[in-house]
């Protein structure tokens, strides 16, 4: 299904998705000063996946983001999506789920990251609270460097009830916690999972750590005590991935098997 064309500025996250899906980008507005070896390969690139380019003034540029720092390109994208809610996402699954819980995450720039980092493991999804979370605005975007347009965001009113319905559609909830007593490594992690974050320094709230099936903390071998949220999401998705595909399929599950 299609949403309303989403802004998105910044050569990286536009190139980026001019190589993933050129069909959705609509247009590119490049400044028309830009003449240097970065322009000239946007525009050939524009050029031969055909979508149009207009050379326009620095001003017009400004327009689209307040000002913002665009570095002289920006592009309207078509958001395409397989979901638009849980219930939908996990009815068009073709394997075992591997989402992102973001619980509190409120930094744009920690959003965008995390659904790179969510975007680049394979994950079908990434999932917030509508009160507690940043939306999708072109500074997630410019982050996410085309995540942000590939990965569904899917915004829930309640964020505990949605957990209720992942867990009866037979996936696990893993919450990463510094106060978890077993290690990411150490732990049975199941192949169907949703891992779920808090803002770093607050963590998840008290209804959302109760609400998992199993906690794990990532080990800290250094002097510093915590780790950004997107480096966090990286560790655990990827540790999935890691068990999916340098193991037979296994872990706990909800019919007792394993």
Not at 111 to 118: D, F, I
Not at 139 to 165: D, F, W
Not at 171 to 187: F, H, K, P, S
Not at 230 to 242: K, M
Request: hydrophobic share 45%; aromatic share 4%; proline share 5%.
């Amino acid at each position: 299904m299609k949403r309303e064309p989403r802004v998105v500025f910044g050569f990286h996250a536009v190139l980026a998705r001019l190589r993933a899906d050129p069909s959705s980008v609509l247009e590119i507005f490049l400044d028309e000063t830009r003449n240097d070896a970065r322009a000239r390969d946007l525009a050939t690139l524009a050029e031969r996946a055909g979508v149009r380019l207009m050379r326009v003034p620095t001003k017009r540029l400004d327009g689209f983001y307040g000002g913002g720092r665009h570095q002289g390109v920006v592009a309207r994208i078509e958001v395409k999506t397989s979901a638009d809610t849980v219930q939908e996402l996990l009815a068009g699954l073709k394997e075992p789920a591997l989402l992102l819980a973001l619980d509190g995450v409120t930094d744009p720039h920690n959003l965008g990251a995390c659904l790179r980092v969510a975007n680049a493991a394979g994950a079908q999804a990434v999932i917030a609270p509508r009160d507690r979370a940043a939306g999708i605005t072109p500074a997630v975007s410019k982050v996410a460097s085309g995540a942000a347009e590939a990965t569904p965001y899917l915004m829930v009113t309640n964020l505990a009830r949605t957990i209720g319905e992942l867990k009866e559609a037979n996936v696990w909830i893993v919450g990463a916690d510094e106060r978890a007593e077993q290690t990411l490594y150490d732990a049975d992690l199941p192949e169907a999972i949703a891992w779920v974050l808090g803002a770093e320094g607050e963590g998840m709230r008290r209804l959302t750590r109760e609400s998992c099936d199993l906690l794990v903390r990532i080990p800290m071998r250094g002097e510093v005590d915590s780790l950004n949220v997107s480096v966090s999401a990286g560790i655990c998705l990827f540790e999935s991935v890691r068990r999916r595909t340098g193991k037979p399929a296994g872990g706990p599950s909800r019919h007792g098997t394993s």
